[in-house]
């Protein structure tokens, strides 16, 4: 049944998630930015400048530990398709019907799969429901069993604690194709680690986007972070490069280092970041101390996709999921925690600063199911 909805579906499911516009690159040097900064000059730069409210970024700890609850409910809200499917569609599973029967068990996988978890996926969490399935006897124990097996696959997704690097500062790389949001995480982290007293500097090596410079400076501004630059079209591993010099200079905790958007089948693009790892550890010899990749939980399956292969071709050591706050179906966070086997480190469902938080597998599981 699953193999014959997929292949029905593929042609649906395989939607492109981002594009990556070939930009003409000019001669680089050292500048800093004179005057308002540009407008939005390339299609993707719509998504990766949402505006948001006005906040001062260094309140404090109490200020993010408030914004939790509230999180929670948009996370909920964003989540109801997923809901939806794996409630009010399983209690109809069950009408008429006292126990769960074969028909019940094909209704409810081709559900799972259309609430983006995927076909191996699915599968899996099927075999371990079909187990249970003599202990089951109406929606509200085939809801708990599903909540309770999907929490096993995400579990260990859950971050540990970041192990102390041997030499300050920290630096994280961070990943994505045009479009998932890339910029706005950066700057989110930018806020989040200044609201706790660290000192950070971002590093703008996304040479090669139309106004991707600018908009990141208005997210540094924003956090209160330094800024290192270049000019449009400069090579990205120099940016990388003096952006270590100055934080270390400069005695700073966290380096942020944004790269340039793009597709993970650019051969010359993905050789491109490993350069920028490479230039990296010759500042920092254990640097960069994460790789993180931003995944649109909009794009489904396709974010999967991606994830394996910039694991494949850089080494990830932790995703970022960002746009779960409506058109997303959640199954996509299960499908990529439970085939990556990598830390889920952050989940956003807005613009907001706040709108961004670490990833919680309980409350991410009451929140879907």
């Known amino acids: 049944m699953a193999i014959r909805w997929f292949k029905k579906n593929k042609s649906g499911d395989d939607a492109s998630a981002s594009r990556a516009g070939e930009e003409s690159r000019e001669n680089a040097d050292v500048d800093s930015p004179k005057g308002p900064p540009a407008a939005a000059g390339s299609d993707d730069s719509a998504q990766e400048s949402e505006p948001i409210e006005p906040k001062t970024c260094a309140a404090g700890d109490q200020q993010i530990e408030e914004s939790k609850s509230g999180f929670f409910g948009r996370l909920r809200k964003g989540l109801s398709k997923t809901r939806e499917i794996l409630t009010t569609d399983i209690d109809d599973l069950f009408l008429g019907k006292k126990e769960l029967d074969a028909a019940i068990l094909e209704e409810l996988?081709?559900?799972?799969?259309?609430?983006?978890?995927?076909?191996?996926t699915t599968m899996a969490l099927m075999?371990?429901?079909?187990?249970?399935?003599?202990?089951?006897?109406?929606?509200?124990?085939?809801?708990?069993?599903?909540?309770?097996?999907?929490?096993?696959?995400?579990?260990?997704?859950?971050?540990?604690?970041?192990?102390?690097?041997?030499?300050?500062p920290r630096v994280i790389l961070v990943l994505g194709v045009n479009g998932v949001g890339k910029t706005t995480t950066i700057g989110k982290l930018a806020a989040r680690a200044a609201s706790e007293g660290q000192k950070v500097l971002?590093?703008?090596?996304?040479?090669?986007?139309?106004?991707?410079?600018?908009?990141?400076?208005?997210?540094?501004?924003?956090?209160?972070?330094?800024?290192v630059r270049h000019k449009d079209g400069a090579d990205p591993a120099a940016v990388a490069f003096d952006?270590?010099?100055?934080?270390?200079?400069?005695d700073m905790d966290l380096v942020l280092v944004d790269t340039a958007g793009r597709l993970h089948t650019k051969v010359n693009l993905m050789a491109e970041?490993?350069?920028?790892?490479?230039?990296?550890?010759?500042?920092i010899p254990d640097a960069p101390h994460e790789s993180l990749?931003?995944?649109?939980?909009?794009?489904?399956?396709?974010?999967?996709?991606?994830?394996k292969l910039f694991h494949e071709e850089v080494?990830?050591?932790?995703?970022?999921?960002?746009?779960?706050?409506?058109?997303?179906?959640?199954?996509?966070?299960?499908?990529v925690c439970n085939s990556m086997q990598l830390p889920l480190h952050y989940i956003g469902v807005g613009e907001k600063i706040d709108d961004l938080q670490p990833f919680d597998p309980e409350q991410y599981v009451d929140a879907i199911v």
Do not use: C, Y
């Open 109 to 120: 996988e081709e559900r799972l799969i259309t609430a983006d978890l995927g076909v191996q």
């Open 243 to 250: 952006s270590i010099e100055a934080a270390i200079a400069r």
């Open 315 to 335: 080494g990830i050591t932790g995703l970022v999921m960002t746009k779960l706050d409506g058109t997303a179906k959640g199954g996509v966070v299960v499908s």
């Open 293 to 307: 990749l931003v995944l649109d939980a909009t794009t489904g399956q396709n974010a999967l996709s991606q994830a």
């Open 127 to 168: 075999e371990k429901i079909s187990k249970r399935a003599r202990k089951i006897s109406g929606p509200q124990d085939l809801k708990a069993a599903i909540k309770e097996e999907i929490l096993s696959m995400i579990v260990g997704a859950k971050p540990h604690p970041p192990e102390k690097p041997a030499s300050r």
């Open 202 to 227: 971002i590093a703008a090596a996304d040479t090669f986007r139309a106004a991707a410079i600018e908009q990141l400076e208005i997210w540094a501004k924003r956090a209160g972070a330094d800024f």
């Open 273 to 283: 970041l490993k350069k920028i790892k490479r230039t990296i550890g010759k500042k």
